[in-house]
Structure formats: C-alpha cells, structure tokens
C-alpha cells in the first residue's frame, strides 16, 4: 500500500519546478500528527495532557492543556522545518513571525486550529487537527505580515484535517482531489487508505447542535424540520448526528453523504466556527470530493477576512442537500 510519504513525492514529481518545500511542510504536519496522536492516546494516565489549563485564548474560550500542547508542537515542527515564513493559530491572539533568514525567504504561511473539538478530549471522544497552507502575498525576503494570511480561501494551496478516532487518520488536499490515509501504529505510518474520496451527493444524515435550536434563523429551523419529516420514498427523517468536534462531523459526512450546519444564532450572531483556520480548510476539503461549502448566501472560499480569528457562518456537505438547505435560506429572505 502507498505511504503518504510515496504520495507526496509522487504528487511532487506532477510539478517540474516544485523545490518540495510544500512536501517538507506536509512532513512536518505529519510528524505532529504522529505526536499528537501517541499523546492522546495515553491522554486518562496523565495528568500533563488532560484537563483545563487555566488560561483562556484569545476568544476567551478555556484553554485545555492538550490546545496549548497541541499549538506547540505545531509550531515548532513548522519553525524547525524553515519552510514556513510565518503561522498562525486558534490557541495564538497575533500572527507569529518566524524571524530568521531561511524563514523570511520561505514562500509559506501556514494557519492551523491545533487541537480541534477540544472539550471532547476528556471523555475520551474523537478530536482533530485541522491546517490550511497559503503562498504569501508580500516579497520574499521581508517578514510576513497580517495581509498573508487573510487571503480567500480559494487561495488555500492545501489543506487538510487529522482526525484522531477510533484510528487516525490525516485527510488532504493540494487541489487535485481529497485524500485519506490512515495511520498504523505499528509502522509509525500514514497509508493511502481513501482515494480521490468523493462526498456522496445525496446524504441521509445531519449534524447540528439542536440544542440551540430556538436560537437559530428561521431558514435554518425550517430546514431542519424539512430533515425530520416522515417520507420515507426520500429517506427522511434523516438520522442526526452531531459529535461536537467539526473534524469528526465533518469526516463522517465526508465518507457517508450529509450535511453539518453551524448557522448564526442569537448567541453566535457570527457563527461560532472561525473562518481562517476551520471554516476555509474544510469548504476546500468538501469541494474537491464534490461537496458544497457556504454561510448561507455566499462559497466560504470567496469570502475575504478581515480579521485573523473572524467567525463564520459555516452549512458544508453533501451536494444536494446543501441546494435544499439553501432553497429554504432563499425564502427567508
Ligand atoms: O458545542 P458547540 O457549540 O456545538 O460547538 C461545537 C463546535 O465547536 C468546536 O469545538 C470548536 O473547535 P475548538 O475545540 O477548536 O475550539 C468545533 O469543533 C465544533 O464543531
Ligand atoms: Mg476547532
Ligand atoms: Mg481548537
């Protein structure tokens, strides 16, 4: 079976002209997978890894000692690597520079929410990584600055997830299709596992957290009723599903066909998803296997930040469904 570290090479050998520096950033995060993947996994025996750290983000969102650990371990594979002009992070307020001479020449940055679904991680349910690669914008040379790493999201020049679950598994793509592969243990080795995965364009399931419901925009209330009705020629009611960690939502609607919606609600009149670093990654994950990536009205991939940790509406999945999600955002309006 082909390794990731086959697959990049072979990817690498598609682009005459590529020196592998995108390669060796993909190395580094895989080596943080792997990292991360051995620390959770004795996560209930010590005490270093699970629990609160008593410090909050720059959200004001507690931080769990494995966000902090995560960030990290993250960075300094990525700093290490000298590939990477700058990064930035869910569990870091500002950019992070990564100041000396190989970094400034790199062409690089890199965002990443270390730790994704972090609440779950004491109760021993699967959580992620999720990392997004840009080109800079400003010369090669000087160091980077906020302007690199608000671009669109079509920008992205990959993307990708780890989801640590009942295997691991890391999930990327360069733009050329999705991928998948899992890692076995025993090898220290992340195999291709999913090919060219494709979203199936009709799902049966959605994933939302319901207990918001009241709070939620009327579109988005009807839309979920509309998932409840009893026709069974259309296979409804579809069965909810709803983890709490955007990387386990997101991969098992991947995988089988279905929706995950986080809309704006009178708690979150943003969206509570952050745009750069969870909303971007996945809508470009989705649309190369053929799914659908929006806040409602418009492709999170058009959608320009102006802020490093902005929130967004995020509605992702499977491809008609999405159309009907959006046929009853349309009558709301
Ligand atoms: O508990 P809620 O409000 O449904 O939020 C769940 C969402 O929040 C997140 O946990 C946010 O991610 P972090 O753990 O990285 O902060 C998503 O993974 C998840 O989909
Ligand atoms: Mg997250
Ligand atoms: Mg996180």
Redesign the pocket.
Known sequence: MKTLDEFIVEKQAEYPNAKGELSSILAAIRLVAKIIHRDINRAGLTDDIIGLSGEENVQG?SQMKL?IFAHEKMKKALLARGEVAGFAS?EEENIVIFDNEHARNAKYVVLA?P?????NIDVNVA?GTIFSIYRRVTPVGEPVTLEDFLQEGHKQVAAGYVVYGSSTMLVYTTGNGTNGFTYDPSLGTFCLSHPDIKIPEQGYIYSV?EG?YIKFPQGVKRYIKYCQEDVPAEKRPYSAR?V????S?FHRNMLKGGIYL?PKSTHYPNG??RLLY?GNPMAFLAEQAGGLATNGEQRILEIKATELHQRVPLFVGSAKMMEKLHSFLAEDQ
């Open positions: 969102e966000d869910e929410d730790l994704d679904g972090s609440s959580v957290n918001q709803y709490g960690s955007l990387v939502d986080y509570k998803l969870e």
